[in-house]
């Protein structure tokens, strides 16, 4: 039986913060405002994952407790794939996509996904990681943060 999650997530930048997008540290750019270390990739990856298998959603599994305060989105990830093993659920595919104006991110792209792969515990032909730019328009488009959205194939293992 194959489940389909969809994940969204957006935050906006925060100078006194690490970029940090797919378990990459990216330089020379405003990091994220957020609880964790604001990865958007993966907590629209873990999202998608918590909604496939109906496990609740991200403030459900990561509450903003002093737990995970600071915590890194790929221990998130490898989090969230341990719970949906323990609920029954394999991962089959994730397909994700950043938003952003900048920083361009082609050159960080291959070790995002292995990054992914690696927490989540599957090949890393499984994920597949894009970027795309608004064209100036929304909240994105103004520079004022980033976006991803990700689907997550999961089925029963």
Not at 6 to 35: K, W, Y
Not at 79 to 105: F, S, Y
Request: glycine letters at 12%.
């Amino acid at each position: 039986m194959m489940r389909v999650g969809l994940g969204f997530d957006a935050h906006g930048f925060d100078d006194s913060r690490s970029l940090v997008i797919g378990g990459v540290t990216i330089e020379d750019s405003p990091g994220l405002a957020g609880h964790s270390d604001a990865d958007v990739l993966c907590h629209a990856i873990a999202d998608a994952l918590l909604g496939a298998a109906r496990v609740g959603d991200l403030g459900d599994v990561f509450p903003g407790t002093d737990e995970w305060k600071d915590a890194s989105s790929l221990d998130l990830l490898a989090h969230t794939a341990a719970v949906l093993e323990r609920t029954g659920w394999k991962i089959v595919n994730i397909d994700a996509t950043v938003v952003a104006e900048q920083p361009r991110l082609g050159p960080h792209r291959a070790r995002m996904t292995e990054n992914i792969a690696t927490a989540l515990g599957i090949p890393v032909g499984e994920v597949s990681v894009k970027a795309t730019t608004t064209d100036g328009l929304g909240f994105a488009g103004r520079r004022e943060g980033v976006g991803a959205m990700a689907v997550a194939l999961v089925d029963r293992a």
